[in-house]
């Protein structure tokens, strides 16, 4: 009886990881035959409001210093971090990191193209990059003469970020795309609204609170202290969104495209 019961589970569990996969496989394929001006149009709207979570990280920190202890301000910042994945997930628009997970499931399955996943890829960066770059040259400046963020508090976001080496920062963004890709799959299993804000909140709480560097979100934050700041520089700037963008596609496509991919296909029908 009981090891009819474990087959039953474990027969069940299999179809779940089958139906999460084709769903995956499902919505990589719309996204691949989107039009191109669609594409770009929801990207650039996720890169501009992904930056509200950087800029209520920054009002945080303003606030906050020599009010709450370390721990507190971390998780008040992680939260207010989540924010912005909040806004971009449940509002369906286009963001770089969930794609190098969902769009490699249909080229793995042999239904798309390398060429087809390039252009994805491309034009989605590009307009996650394009919105998030507008977002911290109209706000930032806004915020600071609003007196709700201080320029030492944008400082204090990107520092965090690009003072590391590049092994350290290249790792660090193979973690944040890999749990960008496992909120992909999670979110597909999610059976409601408030289980995908909670995954999303978790997952995405996690990456701001360990200061992992997401290349999309990462780009406002460091952005905040290039323009409000003499601490980074361009330099810094063009290091750390190389280097965290590799670093998020690896994460994404290795630890989860092609494991999740190859454990439901390889365990069976």
């Not at 399955?109 to 990059?129: E, K, P, T």
């Not at 600071?144 to 320029?151: T, V």
């Not at 590049?166 to 790792?171: C, K, M, N, P, S």
Request: glycine share 12%; no cysteine; hydrophobic share 50%.
């Amino acid at each position: 009886m009981s090891e009819d019961a474990n087959s039953e589970s474990g027969v069940q569990s299999q179809a779940q990881s089958h139906d999460i996969l084709d769903t995956q496989i499902e919505e990589g394929l719309n996204e691949l035959n989107r039009e191109s001006a669609g594409l770009f149009l929801s990207a650039l709207s996720a890169g501009l409001d992904i930056g509200f979570g950087p800029l209520l990280i920054a009002v945080v920190v303003t606030v906050s210093t020599g009010e709450l202890s370390p721990p507190t301000m971390e998780l008040l910042m992680a939260s207010a971090y989540s924010l912005g994945f909040l806004f971009v997930i449940l509002g369906q628009t286009e963001l770089f990191t969930e794609h190098t997970t969902l769009a490699v499931l249909p080229v793995l399955d042999r239904q798309a193209s390398f060429v087809d996943l390039g252009r994805l890829w491309g034009l989605v960066y590009g307009g996650n990059i394009v919105g998030g770059t507008l977002f911290a040259v109209f706000v930032i400046p806004i915020s600071i003469s609003l007196g709700i963020a201080e320029p030492a508090a944008f400082a204090e976001v990107a520092t965090k970020l690009t003072d590391h080496g590049a092994f350290t920062l290249f790792g660090a963004g193979v973690l944040a795309g890999w749990l960008m890709g496992l909120l992909s799959w999670l979110v597909t299993a999610a059976s409601d609204t408030i289980s995908t804000v909670a995954v999303i909140f978790i997952v995405t709480g996690a990456i701001g609170f360990m200061h992992l560097p997401h290349s999309i979100a990462g780009n406002v934050e460091v952005l905040g202290g290039l323009l409000a700041t003499n601490e980074v520089t361009l330099a810094d700037y063009g290091r750390f969104l190389v280097t965290s963008t590799a670093g998020n596609v690896v994460g994404g496509t290795v630890f989860v495209a092609l494991l999740k991919y190859g454990h439901v296909v390889r365990g069976g029908s």
